[in-house]
């Protein structure tokens, strides 16, 4: 003979419960997962109007005046010197580009990128002879390299520049 269970109305709740979620998920998960749905996609370039990009409108005085002078700095282009006209100084020796807002500019200040990549043209600003790498194209988003281990074998993951100033 079988003891007796007491099945209070917390456990009870949890038990509908825990059959609830599992009949949902039979019924809403894929029977096969497929390697494709977990593919990365770029999406392109964004269109329509800016949805992001502008300061909060709930912010106070001094919030709003570090919010402008960090919008100046992002906007900012920069040279090594600052002797290129149009350009402070503060780039290099190793770059991915002159700016941030130059990679970060669709479809506003801070986005993402451009429908033209700006790395094409500042890769050879000022005679300089980078190589621009294959993954790079007019027409393409703003690349970057990335790798996965430092040469010692620990996990780097971090975004490496792909030109210098001297070409």
Same mark, same amino acid.
């Given at each position: 003979?079988?003891?007796? =269970? ?21 019924? =809403? ?15 392109? =370039? ?69 429908? =033209? ?51």
């Amino acid at each position: 003979m079988l003891p007796k =269970v007491r099945i209070t109305r917390r456990g009870l709740g949890a038990i509908v419960l825990a059959i609830g979620a599992g009949l949902l998920m039979t019924a =809403v998960l894929p029977r096969e997962v497929s390697s494709d749905l977990f593919a990365a996609r770029d999406p392109g =370039v964004r269109t329509g109007p800016a949805g992001a990009g502008g300061m909060l409108s709930s912010r106070t005085a001094l919030e709003q005046q570090l919010f402008g002078v960090g919008l100046e700095a992002f906007e900012e282009v920069q040279s090594v010197q600052g002797t290129i006209p149009q350009t402070e100084a503060g780039l290099g020796p190793r770059f991915n580009l002159d700016s941030c807002a130059g990679c970060h500019a669709q479809p506003a200040i801070g986005g993402t990128s451009p429908a =033209v990549n700006p790395q094409v043209d500042v890769a050879n600003k000022e005679l300089a002879t980078n190589v621009i790498p294959f993954f790079v194209t007019q027409n393409g988003p703003v690349r970057e390299a990335r790798f996965k281990f430092k040469p010692n074998g620990t996990p780097d993951g971090g975004v490496h520049a792909l030109f210098t100033i001297t070409g």
